[in-house]
């Protein structure tokens, strides 16, 4: 099951150790952006089957970026899984509290571990 | 005008008689008795010397030429230097309209010609004796005057300083938190006016976020007279939350006891440390993402396989960089539980799963270490944050089974303690008062569950038992290098109980184990 991922993290290494992990433990096929606005044109043009989302960003939050792909129809319908440095996994459902209306398949914490991230999506968007 | 009293015999007499007999005659008589006597023919001249220098009082003719008694008396009570003295008319004249008018020009007395010696002295005695009880009653008054200016400047001075104070100043009475007067730092804060706040207790403003906050004020100033530096939070009259720093005194005004609120209003100040807070989480947990991330996939292999000493290398680098997580995380955790970051999240539990829970997720901890893990779970419902609870009791765990030895047993259990569940029923926005409502009080005493975790190690010295559950703290200094941990775990347990209204605390016998406790209040949950 190959699936396509787009990662939208501002931090160079972040995405590179997440492509590698996701390539590597999973064989996905990874697409990365630096930025929300690079996120947003990227999961325009190519539709991956999962965005997975940094909420701390310079310029486009992750907040913002995640209000525009929800308010696009071209990609209303990608399940995003927002990442956050602010809670611990016990807290993550707290977190998604703040987000209703717009449509957030999961929440993660980091540091997450990458060899074991493309599982983890897998059981949060239900896929296994 | 000189305000000393007037000794009778030291006194300073003026006598005004046209007749040089009738001057001499006086003059003698008064100088005999210790006055000091100035005699004048004329009644300029008695003027000219008055107003230069007053005397105590005057003897004055009225039948003078050029000038007569009632005019000089009207000039002496024309001028500022000389009205107050008292003036006694000596005359022949004996008709009543005489004597009549001389009063009305200011006399203080009026003797007839001949007179008696004795009866003039008298008299002028008694005189001298009112204008001396005059002059002290003009003393005191002035005097009262001034304390009257003196105190009204320094209630102005308090005045200004309650009014004009930055900080939010309240005055209360002890009773019911009602309010007798605040200041305008208050009333901007609040968003309320004066007259909505005078007279309406700090409930009834719904001022506090958490409506038992000014019961707990009221009663620790009953008990101790004053509260210092605490965070509240409060609610302006549009609804925005705002954080306190708030010191209380109890004070008297008038026979009513009050309690004096004064703020400092730090909502500025939380939101830059929640900030704060946020951008290091951040800033700690990114490079740490790549680090872990990138030492896991060396781990596995893909990229090339290492020698076993590289191995071995690279697995040093990973323990420590999981310890340094966790290390992150757990003091991010406690500071953002210090500043009330994080609720807990209190739902239905059962203390059986807990336990079953924790034990499960410690056994390969305790088989890696050798030691037996023995459970004795309780089935109860508890209402209780279960992922907090279950933090709590595999830090404990972790903590026994470190420091056992192999062979050893580590024994966690719960029991019931004390007298019936009490019944409660929750709102649909309260998640976090739930055990301070009770809904009908038991005469037993509350339930509580008693949870131990009990082990065999080496014990925990008396004086330490208390100092392990501060940050940390832990019992010896090498521990933290050989055993691990990061020596807040007991700060974190403690602050999680403390937020369910239970208790944790260790009892220890050196050489032979340590039992850590936790109590927790058990309420029947009945939803309504």
């Known amino acids: 099951m190959n699936k396509s991922i787009l990662i939208v993290d501002d931090e160079e290494d972040v995405r590179a150790i997440a492509k590698l992990g996701l390539e590597m433990g999973a064989g996905w096929n990874v697409l990365t952006a630096n930025s929300g606005q690079e996120g947003l044109s990227i999961a325009a043009s190519y539709q991956p089957d999962v965005i997975l989302l940094d909420m701390m960003m310079p310029n486009m939050d992750g907040r913002a970026t995640l209000q525009q792909l929800k308010a696009n129809p071209a990609t209303q319908g990608i399940p995003v899984i927002l990442v956050t440095a602010k809670v611990q996994q016990s807290e993550r459902e707290n977190f998604t509290g703040l987000f209703t209306g717009l449509n957030v398949a999961a929440v993660f914490a980091k540091p997450f571990r990458p060899l074991k991230l493309a599982k983890e999506i897998s059981e949060a968007l239900g896929w296994i | ?528």
Not at chain 2, 406 to 412: M, Q
Request: glycine share 6%.
């Open chain 2, 1 to 528: 005008m000189s305000s000393q009293p007037i000794s009778p015999q030291k006194a300073n007499i003026l006598v005004i008689d046209d007749t040089p007999e009738n001057l001499n005659l006086l003059s003698a008589m008064l100088t005999e008795q210790g006055y000091k006597v100035r005699s004048v023919t004329k009644g300029s001249t008695a003027l000219r010397g008055a107003q230069a220098s007053p005397p105590d009082l005057i003897l004055l003719d009225i039948n003078m030429p050029q000038m007569n008694g009632y005019e000089v008396c009207q000039n002496l009570k024309a001028d500022f230097r000389t009205q107050e003295i008292p003036v006694i008319f000596i005359s022949a004249l004996e008709d009543v309209l005489d004597k009549v008018k001389a009063f009305e020009v200011g006399g203080v007395d009026y003797i007839t010609k001949p007179f008696q010696v004795e009866e003039v002295l008298a008299r002028i005695e008694n005189h001298l004796a009112i204008r001396n009880l005059q002059k002290q009653l003009q003393a005191q008054n002035t005097q009262l005057q001034q304390e009257i200016r003196d105190r009204q400047q320094a209630e102005e001075k308090f005045a200004k300083a309650f009014r004009s104070s930055p900080n939010p100043i309240a005055i209360a009475t002890l009773a019911e938190g009602r309010f007798i007067d605040v200041n305008p730092s208050f009333l901007s804060m609040s968003g309320y006016s004066l007259e909505e706040v005078i007279g309406q207790t700090t409930a009834e403003i719904s001022l506090w976020t958490d409506t038992e906050a000014i019961a707990y004020i009221l009663q620790q100033l009953k008990e101790t007279g004053a509260l210092h530096n605490q965070e509240f939070e409060v609610c302006t009259k549009s609804g925005d939350v705002k954080t306190i720093l708030l010191s209380v005194e109890r004070i008297d005004l008038a026979g009513v006891q009050c309690a004096l609120f004064i703020a400092n209003d730090i909502t500025e100040r939380k939101r830059l440390e929640n900030e704060f807070i946020s951008l290091v989480s951040h800033e700690l947990r990114t490079p740490l993402t790549s680090l872990m991330g990138a030492l896991d996939i060396l781990g596995a292999g893909q990229l090339g396989t290492l020698t076993e000493g590289g191995q071995k290398v690279l697995s040093i680098a990973i323990t420590n960089t999981e310890r340094l997580i966790r290390l992150v995380n757990d003091i991010l955790d406690l500071e953002r539980m210090k500043s009330g970051k994080i609720n807990m999240q209190k739902n239905k539990c059962n203390a059986a799963d807990l336990l079953a829970q924790a034990t499960e997720a410690m056994q390969a901890m305790a088989d890696l270490a050798q030691v037996k893990l023995q459970t004795k779970p309780f089935a109860i419902e508890l209402w209780a944050d279960p992922d907090r609870i279950l933090q709590t009791l595999t830090n404990l765990l972790s903590n026994a089974i470190k420091f056992s030895e192999p062979g050893k047993t580590v024994w966690l259990s719960a029991e019931l303690k004390n007298g019936e569940p009490q019944e409660h029923r929750t709102s649909f926005a309260d998640t976090e008062n739930v055990s301070q409502k009770l809904s009908s009080p038991s005469s037993q005493p509350p339930a509580t569950l008693l949870i131990a975790v009990k082990d065999q190690g080496r014990g925990i010295p008396g004086d330490k038992l208390q100092i392990i559950f501060e940050r940390f703290q832990q019992v010896d200094a090498s521990d933290s290098r050989h055993k691990g941990g990061t020596g807040l775990g007991l700060a974190i347990c403690r602050n999680i109980i403390e937020q369910h209204d239970g208790k944790i605390w260790a009892e220890s016998t050196l050489g032979q184990g340590s039992t850590f406790y936790i109590c927790l209040p058990i309420t029947h949950v009945v939803s309504g």
